[in-house]
Structures are given as C-alpha cells and as structure tokens.
T-cell receptor, first 114, second 113 residues
Framework: ETGVTQTPRHLVMGMTNKKSLKCEQH?????MYWYKQSAKKPLELMFV???????ENNSVPSRFSPECPNSSHLFLHLHTLQPEDSALYLC?????????????FGPGTRLTVT | AQSVAQPEDQVNVAEGNPLTVKCTYS??????LFWYVQYPNRGLQFLLK??????LVKGSYGFEAEFNKSQTSFHLKKPSALVSDSALYFC???????????FGAGTRLTVKP
C-alpha cells in the first residue's frame, strides 16, 4: 500500500446526482492532487493543492469542485456530471510541490455516469 | 511546455529475457523524469526518478532507467523479466519549477512464461 486511500472504490451515479470522492494520505505530505484517467489517454491533472491552498486548476469544468480541509484530506465534489466524465479518478500526494518530488497514488475511484 | 511520448502501446517479452520500455520527452529546460507502474485495479506506483547526477538510475524491483540527454530519452530496463512484471508502465516528465507532471499514454508490458 502507498499510504494514500480513496473511497469509494466504485461509484455509479446518474447525471442529476451529487456525490463526493474522498482521499486521505497518511504520509505527512504537504501537496495533494486529483487526476482523471481515461482509457488510452494520458493522465490528466485536474487540481493541485499545497498546504490546503489550491495552486492549480487545469481548466476543469465547474461540475467538479475540489475541497482540501487539511493537508491529509482531499475531496472531489461531483454534480450534474456527463457520461464522458466516466473514468478512474486518482488522488496523489507528494512531500512538497517541488518538481523533483515523486507522487504517491491512491487506488482510485472508478466512476460511471449513467 | 513539457511533453512525453511512449512510442509502444504494447511490449511482449519472454520470462527471463531483458525488457525495455521506451520513453522520449520534450522540455524547455532541464527535466525531472519519472517511471510509474500500474497493476490492475490499483493506482500508480513510483518506480524510479532522474533528478541529476548519474545517468543510470536504479529503482524498485530491479528496474533501472538511463537518462540520455542527446536523444531526449529515458528508457526503462530490466535485465531479466518476471511474469509478475506484467503491468501498465507510465513515463512522466516535469520541467523544473513546474507543478504539472506530464504523463505518457502508457505501455502495457506482458511477460510470458
């Protein structure tokens, strides 16, 4: 295990639902990330947080709303999603924001939007 | 902006043979380079990274990678493949001072007994 947990592992939701993905890291890291992984596409960075402050938002639609209440927890709130949002959502953490730091990933949440 | 390419979608090797998974990159400055592995139903797992210094980097599970600045490559290698090495491998690059780590599309490695 990498020290990063994600819940739920699987989620099926309708386009009108509201749900949240949760990520927790037990590594004492200061930076956390949300990625989207779709089949046969490179990982897409969605959001970056450093010490609970958002430092990057890569043109993500507003139907995805991140929240970082402390340096150990990261949420992704979902509402009025589209079928093309179905993907594996990965959370990651790193010791800091420095470019040399490797990232540690959780197992992901497999999201299906119906 | 940085980018990374993994030219092979699939690599097949026989158990016990050496394996190579290719990666080339493009950055405006000096790169930080990473390899990750993803097993089924799991997140990405860090294998190794190149920051500076020796061009040959050794990582987990007997993997190593060689940084080649002139060819802008960072190929992943292992002298003797195991069936358990079968997984999806991702190369990633980060330009110094950049928050954004760019990942390749991944190479599926299959090691056959």
């Amino acid at each position: 295990e990498t020290g990063v947990t994600q819940t739920p592992r699987h989620l099926v939701m309708g386009m009108t639902n509201k749900k949240s993905l949760k990520c927790e890291q037990h590594l004492g890291h200061n930076a956390m990330y949300w990625y989207k992984q779709s089949a046969k596409k490179p990982l897409e960075l969605m959001f970056v947080y450093s010490l609970e402050e958002r430092v990057e938002n890569n043109s993500v639609p507003s139907r995805f709303s991140p929240e970082c209440p402390n340096s150990s927890h990261l949420f992704l709130h979902l509402h009025t999603l589209q079928p093309e949002d179905s993907a594996l959502y990965l959370c990651a953490s790193s010791q800091g924001l420095g470019s040399s730091y490797e990232q540690y990933f959780g197992p992901g949440t497999r999201l299906t939007v119906t | 902006a940085q980018s990374v390419a993994q030219p092979e979608d699939q690599v097949n090797v026989a158990e016990g043979n050496p394996l190579t998974v290719k990666c080339t990159y493009s950055v405006s400055g000096n790169p930080y380079l990473f390899w990750y592995v993803q097993y089924p139903n799991r997140g990405l797992q860090f294998l190794l990274k190149y920051i500076t210094g020796d061009n040959l980097v050794k990582g987990s599970y007997g993997f190593e990678a060689e940084f080649n600045k002139s060819q802008t490559s960072f190929h992943l290698k292992k002298p003797s493949a195991l069936v358990s090495d079968s997984a999806l491998y991702f190369c990633a690059v980060r330009d110094r001072g950049d928050n954004d780590m760019r990942f390749g599309a991944g190479t599926r490695l299959t090691v056959k007994p």
